[in-house]
């Protein structure tokens, strides 16, 4: 007996849920066996079968969510091949899902974190300057195409290739994937400056010192690794008493 | 009003569901979260301009590794609806009410935090009782443990929304009623600030000396298009 397309699409849909109970302890532990149920309940009939299945994928297990998908459908095709193995490896199993779980972790959090979220949200930002609510409509739909392929494509993958997804994740390809969104995120944040400016700024110098100001404020802040909330909040009450001693000299 | 608030509050426990729990979907995202609370008291355009604001300098925050990162969407949502509901009664004050609200929010997003963690604690105690399910090979158990878990960060979202508006309504209108009417004119400067402040915060995490050359391009695209539109 196999998994069919419905059970595929039933893993991936409880892998949204992956951080629900997210715990110090084991942290997404919980989600990932949550994920692997209908996996458990179709091919797992005997009760020692599905004790020793819980206690298997019960462990710690920490990656980023959007690439979990990969470790649930190659742990699902792990565990379908022990059903008939005559020795299962569980041991190896294991190892390969720790170290598997680090480099999806470090993919992730780049791929989705670090590029593809501030570039369309940039790109949602620029939309919102000139046409309102629709900029988080595009912010939305370009942020979560790419999101809802991987987690799909990721659980489909992973089950159809078990160890090999190694095969399938080259770094080396992610990598440059992320350079290319780099170069555009660069691209965009060219043209936020302007969209930026013309909107900040109606002719009057101290407002365009404030536009200036708040730019170098912020990357320096950021560089000596302070919070966004204080360095905003440091922003905010700076600019309220320059403005004000402004308007003391005025008068 | 009441209808209102309470339906902010429900909007609020999925936005702060959508955080880290579950679907990460974006939608707790300044820019969209904002203008919900705004379609929810009905003044999108001030929802929007509040998440416009806020949006990029909460990019530079990468929930990644074991970064504690503040709960900058929620707060964001939490001053929105505040900033709205201050609107009408001090509509002589927006730039004051604008400051006001944006302070509040990034105090809410930091008081999230410890919140956070203390609930993250108690799904701790969700997993004894996991382990104890596991021990039965119970999985009808263990899914309704996980979806306890779920329901359980969007009542503390709802909650935790609940609380901090009404800290806002208690606390800022006392506040704005003894501003001195003179500072208003003073804060004209908060928005071209913020929006230099999210432009360094996003040139930080997408300009590297590589990309120099296309965020240059970028800027003479825009600049040229500017110049022939003519537009804003």
């Given at each position: 007996m196999r998994l069919g397309v419905f059970d595929l699409v039933r893993a991936t849909v409880r892998s949204f849920y992956i951080q629900a109970v997210w715990s110090y302890e084991r942290m997404l532990s919980l989600g990932f066996c949550f994920a692997l149920i209908p996996f458990a309940r179709k091919m797992l009939k005997s009760a020692k079968e599905r004790r020793l299945f819980l206690k298997r994928n019960l462990t710690f297990f920490n990656t980023n969510p959007y690439m979990a998908g990969w470790l649930i459908g190659a742990v699902m095709r792990l565990e379908e091949e022990a059903l008939t193995a005559e020795k299962p490896a569980f041991r190896q199993h294991e190892r390969f899902k720790s170290r598997m779980s680090q480099s999806l972790a470090a993919i992730?959090?780049?791929?989705?974190?670090?590029?593809?979220r501030p570039l369309t949200a940039l790109l949602g930002w620029m939309v919102a300057m000139y046409w309102g609510v629709a900029g988080a409509v595009v912010f939305l739909v370009t942020y979560n195409i790419p999101h809802l392929f991987m987690r799909f494509k990721g659980v489909v993958t992973g089950y159809r290739l078990g160890f090999d997804i190694t095969k399938e994740i080259s770094l080396k390809k992610l990598h440059k994937r992320s350079h290319d969104l780099l170069r555009v995120g660069a691209l965009a944040t060219g043209l936020a400056f302007v969209v930026a400016a013309r909107s900040a700024i109606v002719d009057d110098p101290i407002q365009i010192a404030g536009f200036v100001g708040g730019i170098v404020g912020m990357f320096i802040l950021l560089k000596i690794k302070i919070p966004v909330p204080v360095a905003l909040t440091v922003l905010l009450i700076a600019c309220a008493v320059f403005g004000g001693l402004l308007g003391h000299a005025e008068m | 009003m009441v209808t209102d608030i309470l339906l902010l509050c429900l909007l609020g426990g999925i936005i702060s569901t959508d955080v880290d729990a579950a679907w990460q979907s974006m939608l707790s995202q300044p820019l969209v979260a904002c203008p919900l609370a705004g379609a929810v008291l009905g003044n999108v355009e001030l929802g929007l301009r509040f998440g416009i604001l806020l949006q990029?300098?909460?990019?530079?925050?990468?929930?990644?590794?074991?970064?504690?990162?503040?709960?900058?969407?929620?707060?964001?949502?939490?001053?929105?609806?505040?900033?709205?509901?201050?609107?009408?009664?001090?509509?002589?004050?927006?730039?004051?009410?604008?400051?006001?609200?944006?302070?509040?929010?990034?105090?809410?997003?930091?008081?999230?935090?410890?919140?956070?963690?203390?609930?993250?604690?108690?799904?701790?105690?969700?997993?004894?009782?996991?382990?104890?399910?596991?021990?039965?090979?119970?999985?009808?158990?263990?899914?309704?443990?996980?979806?306890?878990?779920?329901?359980?960060?969007?009542?503390?979202?709802?909650?935790?929304?609940?609380?901090?508006?009404?800290?806002?309504?208690?606390?800022?209108?006392?506040?704005?009623?003894?501003?001195?009417?003179?500072?208003?004119?003073a804060l004209y400067l908060v928005q071209p600030v913020l929006l230099g402040a999210g432009l360094g915060a996003v040139a930080r995490l997408l300009v590297r000396k590589k990309t120099i050359p296309f965020a240059l391009t970028g800027l003479l695209v825009g600049a040229s298009v500017m110049f022939l539109v003519g537009g804003r």
């Open positions: 992730g959090d780049q791929l989705f974190w670090e590029r593809l | 990029l300098p909460f990019l530079a925050e990468l929930p990644v590794g074991g970064a504690k990162v503040s709960f900058g969407g929620v707060g964001s949502y939490v001053g929105a609806g505040m900033a709205i509901m201050l609107r009408s009664t001090f509509s002589e004050l927006p730039n004051l009410v604008l400051l006001s609200c944006l302070l509040f929010s990034l105090a809410t997003s930091v008081a999230l935090i410890p919140l956070v963690n203390w609930l993250r604690r108690t799904n701790s105690y969700l997993m004894g009782k996991v382990d104890l399910a596991a021990e039965a090979g119970d999985l009808r158990r263990i899914s309704t443990l996980h979806y306890a878990g779920i329901v359980n960060a969007i009542a503390f979202g709802i909650l935790t929304t609940g609380a901090f508006l009404l800290i806002g309504k208690l606390l800022l209108p006392q506040l704005l009623t003894f501003v001195p009417v003179g500072v208003e004119r």
